[in-house]
């Protein structure tokens, strides 16, 4: 049965008091530590969109409840996408039952080509490369988003970083003045999402959420708030 927007936003608003939120067009927007908080539960299949070679089309798979989780005002200069994926018997999940399936495939974090990448070149930003990955990996990224595995769902959870307007802050763009660069890194944030198998959690769940999400923030803002040669010199 389809939740009704009012419904939704029904059990959002028993959440609103841990990020002192209120709830708009069926979203939890809020605050916390800092951060602009926005949280969104939706149902969809969270399988990846195949090659374009391919057709461009998304993988077989079924819809699943994703509680969507974004944190505005994050730091960091360097787009990237992360996720949870197969490593074996991708092929047999897509013929055989995705409930008896998807329990018993083995399942790595990996990173991906970020969509924003054309977008960080433009601006003269470099995109996340392996030397960066490697950091995050070393700095616990991986290790905090398996807490988050909360359903059987192999692609999920999910997380990216978009720089937005830091990016441009930080780029040396010759066409923007100075004034105008922090205006835009000031009115777009950089932005950190989440996304994990789940419906609308209880308060412990959205807790223990927000609290893998601040120190997810906290690691790609130390990774990622520099160029690797000005970290060396530090």
Not at 162 to 168: D, E, L, T, V, Y
């Amino acid at each position: 049965m389809r939740t009704t927007l009012r419904e939704k936003g029904s059990d959002l608003a028993r959440l609103c008091p841990q990020i002192e939120g209120t709830v708009k067009d069926g979203r939890l927007v809020g605050r916390y530590q800092g951060y602009a908080v926005e949280a969104d539960p939706v149902r969809e299949n969270p399988a990846p969109e195949m090659p374009s070679a391919q057709g461009g089309t998304r993988q077989p798979g079924p819809k699943v409840d994703i509680f969507k989780l974004k944190l505005a005002g994050v730091a960091g200069r360097f787009p990237w996408d992360c996720r949870n994926e197969p490593t074996l018997l991708a092929n047999l999940a897509l013929v055989l039952p995705a409930r008896l399936v998807f329990p018993l495939i083995p399942t790595a974090f990996r990173f991906h080509r970020s969509p924003l990448e054309w977008f960080a070149k433009k601006v003269g930003v470099p995109a996340a490369d392996a030397e960066l990955q490697a950091r995050l990996r070393a700095a616990g990224l991986f290790d905090e988003l398996a807490t988050l595995r909360w359903g059987p769902n192999p692609y999920l959870p999910k997380a990216t970083f978009n720089p937005r307007g830091q990016a441009i802050d930080e780029a040396r763009l010759t066409t923007f003045g100075a004034a105008l660069k922090e205006s835009v890194a000031q009115r777009h944030p950089g932005e950190l999402s989440l996304q994990v198998e789940s419906g609308v959690p209880s308060e412990e769940r959205f807790q223990e959420l927000l609290d893998r999400a601040m120190r997810v923030a906290r690691i790609n803002e130390q990774e990622t708030a520099t160029e690797p040669t000005e970290r060396r010199r530090t």
